[in-house]
């Protein structure tokens, strides 16, 4: 795992977040090399000017935390966050409609992920596994995968619990390889990171990525 750095992605999601934070933030993913940086909609202007020609995504989240915003806004804020400047948006689905058992949350993955595509960003569909059972993320990646989602990410961090080993193994036997997974969500320990890495995680997006770093290079020397 020697290039442990391009599994992570450095995240700052909380309502009392900084600009001063958000410098640390960018100063850190530069000077690690992180995949990318994930941050609020707000910042992704100032974030894509900051990083330059930096080999690191700017992120961000769409309908973000609950996923209750109808498509269309959904829609325009994907507009909005590729216009700024985002490289990969990870998006919310809506889980009200899952748990009603309609078909809406693959139509709505469809039509972003197909503005996503004609962009040549990266779609992931945050499907929140605190709240499902072992046969609702199955059907939940399956749902992703048909419409054309690049990765699923398992939480938002805003539930009950974050990512979880026995999740990402259960996605990764239901997923092809060409659809990547993120774990988000609780993942504070170098351990925790790597056991996630293990059971089939491509990418880690915790606020912790600095740390895990110092943690990860104490185990080379």
């Known amino acids: 795992m020697n290039n442990f750095n ?7 999601l909380k309502p009392t977040m900084t600009d001063r934070e958000l ?9 690690e090399q ?3 940086v994930c941050v609020p909609s707000f910042w992704v202007k100032k974030v894509k000017r900051d990083l330059k020609e930096e080999n690191v995504q700017v992120v961000t989240v769409i309908g973000f935390p609950f996923g209750f915003e109808d498509t269309a806004t959904k ?13 990969e948006l990870d998006l919310v689905w809506s889980q009200t409609a899952f748990h009603s058992g309609m078909n809406w949350p693959k139509i709505e993955i469809v039509q972003i992920a197909k503005i996503c595509h004609e962009e040549e960003r990266i779609l992931k569909v945050i499907i929140e596994t605190a709240y499902l059972s072992t046969e609702q993320i199955r ?14 990410k398992t939480s938002t961090g805003y539930a009950p619990t974050g990512a979880k080993v026995q999740d990402i193994v259960l996605m990764r036997e239901v997923l092809p390889s060409a ?9 504070k320990t170098l351990d925790f990171a790597q056991e996630l890495i293990r059971a089939g995680a491509d990418r880690i997006g915790t606020s912790s990525a600095k740390a895990l770093m110092d943690a990860w290079r104490k185990t080379q020397s």
């Open 34 to 36: 992180f995949v990318g």
């Open 139 to 152: 059907e939940a990646c399956m749902i992703c995968q048909e419409a054309g989602a690049d990765f699923v």
């Open 179 to 187: 659809v990547g997974i993120k774990a988000s969500g609780g993942i």
């Open 23 to 31: 410098d640390v933030l960018v100063r850190d993913a530069i000077e």
């Open 6 to 12: 391009r599994f992570l992605e450095s995240t700052l």
């Open 75 to 87: 829609v325009a804020e994907t507009r909005e966050a590729i216009r700024n400047g985002a490289d």
